[in-house]
């Protein structure tokens, strides 16, 4: 095998080199030099007008949580979560065997009449021996000191009496605090509502921390953010559809009822209140939603 001089395998070796480079760089320079330039224009038919779609969330128009004013352990559990209670339903039952006793033996003395019958009793007798003792001095045959002291007795069962009457007005008031202290044993609805929370077990003892947590949600209200671009806009009164983010959930309409005045630094956002209608409870609360008014908000 006879190989090729230095410079004769150099002089082939450039001209590979340069064959390929030109080979493949050719298609590249092709494709940059005759792709046309395109610029993308947003459509702006599918954007929608900023701030007439708002977040907010479906809540309870009112909620309440339910606890003892005083400490005890729980007796008796009526209800259970989710259950639906009317206003005054009784809910839990704490131990009050002491109150009972004391509500009973307060009940007894404001029914008993028997001090009241005999302070009556005294009176009539001693106004009856007063007058027979005026008329034996009309006759001379008594002295006028028998009938100063007639007269005294019959001042003392005056006295008797009253004394009845004021014990008979405090063995009632005493009646009605101890049935009252017994209430305080008993756990009811403030309203109607459903149970949503239940803390309590027959057992525990309870002195601060609630048992029930009750939701009225026959009205719900509606907790809208918003851009302060829309501060001012926005009145009292106006009517807003609320799209509930729950499948199949036709919208509500609802009504705006209050307006924040102090606006969010941070965010740039105020807050307003919607309320609507919910009296067949078909609408579940603690739903996230979008709201947007039913008439354009000036300038939008």
């Not at 395109?38 to 779609?53: E, F, R």
């Not at 009973?104 to 009539?124: D, K, N, V």
């Not at 009496?161 to 007005?169: K, M, Y």
């Not at 924040?260 to 630094?265: A, G, M, N, R, S």
């Amino acid at each position: 095998m006879t190989l090729l001089p230095f410079h004769s395998r150099y002089a082939l070796l450039w001209s590979l080199t340069t064959a390929l480079g030109a080979f493949l760089n050719a298609p590249v320079q092709a494709q940059t030099t005759t792709r046309p330039a395109t610029i993308s224009t947003p459509n702006t038919s599918s954007v929608s007008k900023p701030g007439t779609l708002l977040a907010c969330v479906i809540l309870p128009i009112k909620t309440a949580d339910i606890g003892t004013q005083v400490a005890g352990v729980v007796a008796q559990i009526e209800v259970e979560r989710g259950d639906r209670v009317s206003k005054g339903q009784v809910l839990a039952r704490m131990q009050a065997e002491v109150e009972q006793a004391n509500s009973a033996a307060a009940l007894t003395r404001a029914a008993s009449e028997a001090e009241w019958r005999a302070a009556q009793a005294g009176e009539l007798l001693a106004l009856q021996k007063l007058r027979r003792q005026r008329t034996l001095a009309a006759k001379n045959f008594v002295s006028g000191q028998a009938v100063e002291l007639a007269e005294s007795e019959y001042r003392v069962a005056l006295e008797r009496v009253s004394i009845a009457r004021d014990q008979r007005a405090v063995s009632a008031r005493e009646a009605g605090s101890a049935a009252a202290q017994l209430s305080l044993r008993v756990l009811r609805a403030p309203f109607d509502g459903i149970v949503t929370e239940r803390h309590a077990n027959p057992g525990e003892r309870f002195e601060e921390k609630p048992l029930f947590r009750v939701a009225d949600i026959s009205r719900l209200r509606v907790d809208v953010v918003a851009s302060s671009a829309l501060f001012g806009r926005i009145k009292p009164g106006q009517l807003f559809t609320v799209h509930p983010e729950l499948p199949d959930t036709a919208p509500r309409t609802a009504k705006v009822v209050q307006i924040d005045q102090v606006l969010d630094p941070a965010s740039n956002t105020f807050r307003l209140r919607l309320e609507m209608n919910n009296h067949d409870a078909s609408l579940p609360a603690g739903l996230r939603c979008r709201a947007e008014p039913e008439t354009p908000l000036p300038g939008l």
